[in-house]
C-alpha cells in the first residue's frame, strides 16, 4: 500500500523517520459481515484515511484531488467551482482553500443528494443531481457567476456485476459533461470519475471535440485494488453556434 505524498498540505501522512505504523486487525462482533469487518479493518489501516484525519479533511479522496491538481494546476486562485457529488466535502474542501475563496472572488458551491456539514467559504446545495430541475436550482446559486472547474466524483452504488457498474458511472459521467458544456467559460475544466478500462468511445469522442486535452488519471491516493479512474478534460472550447466547422 502507498504512503502518502510528501507535501506541506499533508505533512506527516506518513510513518515518521525511525517509527512503525501497526496494524489495526478488527473482531468480527455479532451481526457484523465478514466484508464489512475488511472494510472496517482496510479503513482503520489505510494511510490516506489516517493523515486525512491528522490534517482535517473530510475524507481521504481529498488527497485525489489534491494530487490531480498538483500535476495539471486547473484549481486557480479566484475560480469558480462547482462539485457534483459532493458529499462528505473532502473535494470542495480542496476547491476553497486552493482557489483562496477568502481572498478574491473565487466561490465553490458542493452538490450532493446527502445533507453535507457546512463548511467555511463553501456553499452547499442538498439536491438530485439527475432530476430535471437541478440546473435551475444550481444557476440559482451561481447567480451571475461563471464556471472555471465542474468537478465529479459521483459514483452510484455498486451492484458487484461489472458491466451494469460501469454503465452506471457512465451515464453519471455523460449528465455531468452535459451540465459542463452549459456552464463552463471557454478554457475550463471538467474532471469526473469514471471506472477502469475508460470512458466509452462517444462520450470520449464528445470530450476531445469540446477540449482541447483530455486524459485518464489515477492518482496514487486512489486503492490499488480499486477499477476507480479520472477523466480530466482542460480547455473547454466553448458552445460554438451551430454550422461551425471550425
Not at 68 to 96: M, N
Not at 207 to 225: C, I, M, N, Q, Y
Amino acid at each position: 500500500m502507498s504512503k502518502p505524498p510528501q507535501r506541506k498540505s499533508v505533512s506527516g501522512a506518513g510513518a515518521g523517520r525511525g517509527s512503525r505504523s501497526l496494524g489495526v486487525r478488527v473482531k468480527t462482533a455479532k451481526g457484523r459481515k465478514i466484508s464489512s469487518k475488511r472494510w472496517l479493518e482496510r479503513q482503520l489501516n489505510d494511510p490516506y484515511v489516517q493523515a486525512a484525519k491528522r490534517e482535517g479533511y473530510r475524507s481521504r479522496s481529498a488527497f485525489k484531488l489534491m494530487e490531480i491538481d498538483d500535476k495539471y494546476a486547473f484549481l486557480k486562485p479566484g475560480s469558480v467551482v462547482v462539485d457534483l457529488g459532493a458529499a462528505p466535502g473532502g473535494w470542495s474542501q480542496i476547491a476553497a482553500a486552493r482557489i483562496s475563496t477568502r481572498k478574491d472572488t473565487g466561490f465553490v458551491l458542493g452538490v450532493d443528494l446527502l445533507e453535507i456539514d457546512p463548511l467555511p467559504d463553501v456553499a452547499f446545495l442538498q439536491a438530485n443531481f439527475m432530476a430535471d430541475e437541478a440546473l435551475k436550482l444550481i444557476e440559482g446559486v451561481l447567480g451571475s457567476r461563471k464556471v472555471d472547474v465542474v468537478l465529479s466524483d459521483m459514483a452510484a452504488s455498486a451492484t458487484g456485476h461489472k458491466q451494469t457498474d460501469h454503465i452506471r458511472i457512465i451515464s453519471l459521467c455523460e449528465t455531468a459533461l452535459d451540465f459542463a458544456e452549459e456552464v463552463l467559460v471557454p478554457g475550463g475544466t471538467f474532471l469526473a470519475k469514471v471506472l477502469q478500462g475508460g470512458t466509452e468511445k462517444t462520450l470520449l469522442d464528445k470530450l476531445k471535440k469540446g477540449f482541447e486535452t483530455v486524459r485518464h488519471v489515477k492518482p496514487e491516493a486512489s486503492r490499488s485494488d480499486s477499477a476507480e479512474l479520472y477523466v480530466l478534460a482542460q480547455g473547454f472550447r466553448g458552445n460554438e453556434p451551430e454550422g461551425n466547422s471550425s
